[in-house]
């Protein structure tokens, strides 16, 4: 029935005692509430971590009596284990390993249920399990209490606090070092239990933490790591489709350059077919009015010339049927 306050204080000489751990060489892989004793000491509290029963040796090989550690397929308790325990060999462990374990433990404190599902863990077989640890990302803090409906006012009053305010208090910073110590990727953890409990000692006194939220880069990152199969689907429909739509926008272009090359030569023969028009309207026009030409020995000449105009327009008329302007001219150049 601590204040938030009070449980970061106390959380941070966990920190403490599982960095003099790391000091004397060793990981302690199975940090849980259980292994974390409080006792009072001049009306004080002082937490104990006890149980190192599966510790590890930080540099020094494994002794004898140690040895089933390395056989066992999972070393700890799934609720607060560390990605890397999760894996098939669970020996690729370092100090980070207790970190990940101290993040766990924070996040209970503060919410009063762990990461991930008691419940659902139960039910699951142990590769899912294992898949979960590694992949799954648990929901924040400040997001997971507000999923615990009636359980909530409960864990709201054992902080001391009202629902809204124990939300404000688990929003920003304090989200920020939890996740950080819950990172999947190792290097992106806090380095020591030391680093984590200075860390949350800034946030008590109202200094600027170093946990930070991951970028949207990283986020989408670690999401294209876990559904690699599904973005390569996606991702070669996408292909599909600008492919697809490359190619009928090229088509597409092309045909409206072919027609508008085509419309372009129609105005142009439309064109010189006018000026050839406008040539023998104004050669016939010429022939047919010339004074010279209607003078004595000069009409078999005008003849001629009338008839090669005729020509022409019924040139025109064959090229151009059911024109009723140029039947109109044909009609006034036999006139």
Known sequence: RYTTRQRLELFTQVCQAVQHAHLKGVIHRDIKPSNVLVTHFDAAPVPKVIDFGIAKAVHQP????SVYTQVAQMVGT????????????????????DVYSLGVLLYELLTGTTPFDKERLKKSGLDEVKRIIREEEPPRPSTRVSTLDAALTTV???????????KHQLQ???????????????????????ELARDVQRYLDDEAVEACPPSKMYRFGKFARRHRVML??????????????SLATWQATV???????TERQRQIAQENFERARNAVDTYLTKVSEDELLNT????????????L??????????ERENDPGLEADLASAYM
């Open 156 to 166: 709201a009053e054992k902080h001391h606090t009202e629902l809204r305010s124990l």
């Open 172 to 194: 920003g910073e304090l989200d920020w070092i939890v996740m950080k110590a819950l990172e999947k990727d190792r290097s992106r953890r806090y380095e020591s239990a030391n």
């Open 296 to 307: 004595p020995g000069m009409q078999p000449l005008r003849k001629d010339l009338l008839q």
């Open 255 to 261: 045909a409206t350059q072919e027609r508008q090359a």
């Open 309 to 318: 105009a005729l020509k022409y327009y019924q040139d025109f008329v064959a």
């Open 78 to 97: 799934p609720l607060y284990m560390s990605p890397e325990q999760a894996e098939r060999t669970g020996q690729d462990v370092d100090t980070r390993t």
């Open 232 to 245: 390569a689907a996606l991702c070669a429909v996408i292909l599909a489709l600008i492919v697809g739509g």
């Open 62 to 65: 494994l002794t004898d009596a």
